[in-house]
């Protein structure tokens, strides 16, 4: 027998086997194997999710059996999902959808019109986009929804475009066109500065025209104009989408360029453009920045979530992204995923995507779902349990920054990629692969770190840090200016091998090394193939083959390069005697500056080495990260603990990536008020006490994989 409730003529059938033996059955008896798993982890109602958008799928192409929605609604529901974007929208699958308590839904497209950018008549361009908006609230109202349930919408998945075609579509758009010398203009340009008389001589170039310095400004600029007119027809259709539906309703393009990069070079003019994500942000082409986790690298999501929060920050938005659950093995690393997502500041979480499988092949988890989905409400439950911090909280402000770099992009050799390439420090540039490296050095101390772009580096910008991570070659000279008179004013500059050696138009620069007195040699620009491949640049002696100096040893892979600098302190020496590690003082500041890669030395030896160097910056400049917690001996991983904070109290997410409980964990929190409770959502309420300088320190059991702590002010 197949039972079943029908609104229409289709009811889905899965033919199957078990063993041996042929089945038959709707697609509603079929799914239950996969809710047998959430049983005894069901969620009760008053501690799942209520704020944060937990959107997921459930697909039946076509079927309209009321059973097949009412059973995978409830069991999706207890396990903590709050917004359903069923593939049938019809009036009776979102009364089912109501039966269980969920009153909000998603959707998106493949790309809204124009793609990543509409070089047609702007008037033209924006009925189109209106019209498009319109029609995708009415699908929604013609189900019965109201728009303003619509939680969460894709306008575009994996944008990217090709040069130099991409440059057609702007040479024949005159709006385009226009757009462009007004870009030009406005950065205080005219038509002299690329060899020109007049305007309409200046047209977009590609890399083959940089032989002149007029000639690289154009490219350069080109390229830059690509980027941001992208950013500008992509916020056009967020605006349209929020005038359709309703004020910040959760827009966003999925990015799967990991690096961020927003140029990848091809051979002679080709290449590969993508968004940067901190213009992208800036410029709000989205109100919701976004990536996604493919192939178990959410391990990566505290390195997205500060460079997606750099952008939120300049435009005012929010960041989510997509946990992909079939990526993760047969562990409970999808858990950890979640939780640092959300405990680094996302707002929305998506997965992509439920299926079943058997509708949308290759996609979907819930071949094992079984396994996955009682991981999953773990999750939820948490999230639910300490929303109250969580959905208000936010990440404070850092006071180490690293500079993510733009300038250098356009000159940079092919071999390197980026789009799905989830291995962050594998066939890229050197220089992204340090950014890298000491992010995750940092991070194994919890230190948090702000991501600034090349516009941030104004004495208005630097003014909050303590600290500035430079390992771009390529910096414009007035911005390597201010970040000398930074170091001046007290500020601590760390740089590393080839850092601040030429302009934006990739012309030898003197600037830093004359006002800094550090003169770098005998440099490159090298790719990282792969960090762990690197040759490791040891001396001869077995028992010594690392060179020491004033805090200990300190290791290299890959590449070295010379450094002379009058008035400096030499900290450390290569094996041959020369200058390998380097302190300027200046001013009240100063500069470390490194003449190899420290955070790829750090990271290629398992962070085994040099651990003391890594963090001698922070302790020059007086940073104490606001979280510390003990750390695990001889353990490669450690335990990360972000922070989120907002009105209601203090958000610890405490991410054990070593996997294996522990008794007794301490924990010591520096917060900008006074503690009234601490309250593990795992353990209960925990007992504190109060150290120097405002702290509060308090010891756990610690579970193997994540917990959220809840600290609440002492209200006046």
């Not at 289709?10 to 996969?34: I, T, V, W």
């Not at 997205?304 to 997509?322: E, I, P």
């Amino acid at each position: 027998r197949m039972p079943g409730e029908l609104f229409g003529q289709g009811m889905g059938l899965a033919a199957y086997k078990e063993g041996d033996e042929d089945k038959l059955a709707s697609f509603a008896q079929y799914n239950r194997r996969f809710w047998a798993g959430l049983k005894d982890v069901a969620i009760p109602e008053a501690e799942r999710p209520k704020h944060f958008p937990i959107v997921d799928s459930l697909r039946t192409r076509g079927g309209t059996n009321r059973l097949t929605f009412r059973e995978g609604f409830a069991a999706l529901a207890s396990a903590g999902f709050n917004v359903l974007g069923p593939e049938v929208h019809k009036p009776q699958v979102r009364q089912e959808l109501e039966r269980v308590g969920i009153t909000r839904t998603g959707g998106g497209t493949f790309t809204a019109p124009g793609w990543v950018c509409n070089y047609g008549p702007e008037a033209e361009v924006d009925k189109v986009l209106t019209v498009w908006a319109g029609k995708q609230a009415d699908a929604f109202r013609a189900s019965g929804w109201d728009p303003k349930q619509v939680a969460s919408f894709a306008i575009i998945d994996e944008p990217h475009w090709s040069m130099p075609g991409h440059l057609k579509g702007m040479r024949e758009s005159p709006d385009g066109m226009k757009r462009f010398h007004e870009f030009l203009r406005v950065r205080g340009f005219a038509p002299k500065d690329f060899g020109a008389k007049e305007w309409a001589e200046v047209q977009p170039a590609s890399k083959s025209a940089a032989t002149t310095l007029p000639g690289k400004r154009l490219f350069y600029w080109t390229a830059r104009f690509a980027t941001a007119d992208s950013c500008r027809h992509l916020n056009l259709v967020t605006r349209k989408m929020e005038e359709a539906f309703y004020p910040g309703i959760g827009v966003f393009a999925n990015w799967n360029n990991f690096k961020g990069r927003f140029y990848v070079p091809g051979g002679g003019d080709g290449a590969t453009m993508h968004h940067d994500w901190i213009e992208f942000g800036r410029l709000r082409g989205a109100n919701v920045l976004w990536t996604e986790d493919w192939y178990a690298s959410g391990w990566q999501w505290p390195y997205w979530c500060a460079k997606m929060s750099a952008g939120a920050r300049q435009g005012g938005v929010r960041y989510g992204g997509y946990v992909v659950p079939r990526s993760y093995g047969d562990n409970e690393t999808i858990i950890q995923s979640i939780m640092s997502l959300v405990g680094n500041g996302g707002k929305v979480l998506q997965y992509f995507i439920f299926g079943p499988e058997y509708i949308f092949p290759s996609n979907c988890y819930s071949f094992k779902a079984d396994k996955l989905l009682p991981r999953m409400a773990r999750a939820h439950h948490m999230i639910g349990k300490a929303e109250e911090v969580l959905w208000p909280g936010k990440r404070p402000a850092s006071e180490v920054a690293m500079l993510f770099p733009m300038s250098p992009q356009v000159w940079d050799q092919p071999g390197i990629f980026d789009a799905t390439n989830t291995l962050v420090y594998f066939k890229t540039m050197s220089y992204m692969g340090e950014i890298y490296s000491q992010f995750f050095s940092l991070l194994r101390r919890n230190v948090p770190v702000d991501f600034v772009e090349e516009l941030d580096l104004t004495p208005k910008g630097l003014e909050p840090y303590k600290v500035l991570y430079v390992t771009s070659p390529n910096v414009p000279r007035e911005y390597q200016e201010n970040v000398v008179e930074w170091v001046r004013k007290g500020g601590t500059l760390v740089t590393c091998y080839g850092s601040m050696t030429a302009d934006r138009y990739n012309e030898p620069s003197d600037v830093f090394s004359k006002l800094s007195g550090i003169r770098q040699k005998e440099f490159k620009r090298p790719i990282a193939y792969k960090v762990f491949s690197l040759k490791r640049l040891k001396g001869p002696d077995p028992k010594n083959p690392w060179p020491k100096g004033e805090h200990g040893e300190f290791c290299m892979i890959g590449y070295k390069a010379g450094v002379d600098a009058d008035g400096a302190k030499v900290l450390g020496r290569f094996l041959d005697g020369s200058p390998a590690i380097v302190r300027k003082d200046l001013g009240r500041g100063r500069i470390l500056h490194y003449a190899f890669f420290p955070g790829m030395s750090h990271w290629g030896n398992q962070f085994t080495r040099m651990t003391d160097w890594i963090t001698l910056p922070m302790e020059l400049a007086g940073v104490e990260p606001p979280i510390t917690v003990d750390e695990i001996p001889n353990s490669w991983p450690q335990v990360e603990a972000p922070l989120l904070l907002s009105d209601s109290g203090a958000a610890i997410t405490l991410l054990n990536r070593t996997g294996k409980p522990r008794d007794k964990f301490r924990i010591t929190a520096r917060l900008p008020f006074e503690a009234a409770s601490v309250e593990s959502v795992g353990m209960g309420k925990i007992p504190f006490e109060k150290t120097d300088g405002g702290r509060i320190s308090f010891t756990l059991p610690l579970d193997a994989n994540a917990d959220v702590l809840k600290i609440k002010p002492k209200r006046r």
